[in-house]
DNA sequence: GCTTGCCTTGACGTCGGCGGCAAGGTTTAG
DNA sequence: CTAAACCTTGCCGCCGACGTCAAGGCAAGC
């Protein structure tokens, strides 16, 4: 399988492939004329790659979940580095839901009162 | 009032109070010397856009409150184009907020499986 | 041979809110 | 006179995951 073919399954480009490569998460073999040839397996890698880029995770987290899945297991979250990123960036999604909530809240208030001081001169000035 | 003297009053460098005027948020008069002037006022409008940057704001969005500050308000949230931008940002976070909450139920899911999955192997090799 | 479509490396552009440095001019205190 | 502490403009760097050329080499069909 070369370049094209993988982004086309994975759903991607190939510069990203090559990006993924030369980030050290994606290997690929040479063909004779310098093609770069992916056995299947890296196919599983890259939507491992995209799964984990979905749901928010950097190209360095990833890295551990790449090296999970290479070393022979079905799935790449089971290994101990994997499920300590796993717990490091629920924390940081909590942490992030309870400031957004906060932001959320704030800005509720915000719009209530400048609704409330906004119509208070003009009813005074029209009415 | 000179820009070091804004800066510290307003917490902020020197740097950023440049770069506010660059993006037109920040008005300076000038001193006879070529050093920036700055009124009273602008330490409000300042404030107003350290405010909501803290909240998440772009400089972009903050424009009409300034204006709104400037047009002679108590607060830059009472204008129109202020309420319209704070509509628009608490719907941004309502849906920011949904999205990451759906992410932590996935990495709870994940992190689950993915001990649930460890311990099987794991038992059923060494015990 | 010629076109078309694949592939290669390399390097710059993107977005936002600044930080930091260079290379000066100004003012004030000692 | 000089050092120190202000100020000026201008430009590059940063972060991250790529997009987008540029300039060329290879393969396959007509």
């Known amino acids: 399988m070369r370049i094209g073919e993988l982004a086309q399954r ?5 510069r990203t492939l090559r990006y993924y490569e030369h980030q ?10 310098g ?11 890259v939507r491992e790659i995209r799964a ?4 928010g995770f950097a190209l360095d987290d990833i890295r551990p979940f ?6 022979g297991n079905e799935s790449g979250d089971v290994c101990p580095d994997s ?23 704030q800005l509720r208030t915000q719009l209530n ?9 003009c009813c005074a000035m029209t009415c």
């Open 113 to 121: 009162d400048a609704i409330n001081d906004r119509e208070t001169p």
């Open 10 to 14: 994975a759903g991607t480009s190939t």
């Open 52 to 55: 984990l880029l979905a749901v």
């Open 35 to 45: 093609y770069r040839v992916y056995d299947d397996a890296e196919l599983r890698v």
């Open 66 to 71: 790449v090296d999970c899945l290479r070393a």
């Open 83 to 105: 499920v300590a990123v796993l717990r490091r960036k629920l924390a940081e999604v909590d942490a992030a839901i309870d400031e957004m909530t906060a932001v959320r809240d």
């Open 24 to 33: 050290g998460l994606l290997h690929a073999g040479r063909a004779a004329n």
